[in-house]
């Protein structure tokens, strides 16, 4: 027997457009014990109902067990160890909400939500895809455009910064920190919009680039590239709140 998270479950199914009796009767599981399992009542089921699972919604079964935190596509984030902090306090400092609470200490979500996650990893992998293509291809502006992107800590993994500046843009957080006055360091932390707001984001992008995506129109390196980079300046810059 093995680790099930439901909520993750259901967010996967839900992700894929599926529903909870479509998704067993694929899987070749009864529709009770997969309502179980999404519903919170179960929370370890068979390793090979598990994997059935995984390979049905094409994500790591050790995610949908809630054994590892994040999608592989999003732990790239994390700080490198010499940054000290154990264990590490935030996915990417922009991205993972600390903040001091009014009786001290500090706040942190333990994780992000399952379905912000889903979204962030999907639209990374079609947008990865996409450019991987162009530059097998021998599009030069796609090659370079990477090539820009491999700075400092990123020097050898561009491909990891542009997934994390891709994501940013359909952060939710991001956009209030543009948008909206920064709370008082008191104030209760306000309730979570990254699942509602990414998943919509994501479409949304996604549409645009469609054409893209399909090999029916280029994309504009230079504009896109100056899109992430806007993204990782200006507003962007995130002050640590400390802490170790």
Not at 194 to 217: I, Y
Request: with cysteine.
């Amino acid at each position: 027997m093995v680790a099930i998270d439901g909520a993750r479950v259901r967010a996967a199914i839900e992700w894929k457009g599926m529903s909870v009796n479509g998704a067993a009767g694929r899987i070749d599981v009864s529709q009770q014990t997969l309502d179980s399992i999404v519903r919170g009542k179960t929370k370890r089921c068979y390793k090979g109902l598990r994997e059935s699972l995984a390979g049905l919604l094409d994500l790591p079964a050790a995610w949908l067990g809630g054994e590892t935190d994040l999608l592989p596509s999003l732990t790239s984030w994390l700080p490198y160890p010499e940054l000290g902090y154990q264990p590490p306090l935030w996915v990417d400092e922009n991205m993972r909400i600390i903040r001091p609470r009014a009786e001290g200490g500090l706040t942190q979500r333990t994780t992000l939500p399952p379905r912000y996650q889903l979204a962030a990893h999907e639209i990374w992998r079609q947008i990865a895809k996409a450019w991987k293509r162009d530059i097998e291809h021998g599009n030069r502006e796609a090659k370079a455009a990477l090539s820009h992107l491999a700075e400092g800590r990123w020097k050898k993994n561009p491909w990891e910064r542009a997934m994390m500046l891709v994501t940013r843009l359909v952060s939710a957080f991001w956009w209030r920190r543009l948008l909206l006055t920064p709370p008082a360091p008191s104030a209760p932390v306000e309730a979570d919009a990254h699942d509602e707001f990414t998943a919509a984001a994501a479409s949304a992008l996604a549409v645009t680039l469609q054409p893209w995506f399909a090999g029916k129109r280029e994309l504009s390196y230079k504009n896109f590239v100056a899109a992430l980079e806007w993204a990782s300046s200006g507003f962007g810059k995130q002050p640590s709140s400390g802490g170790a």
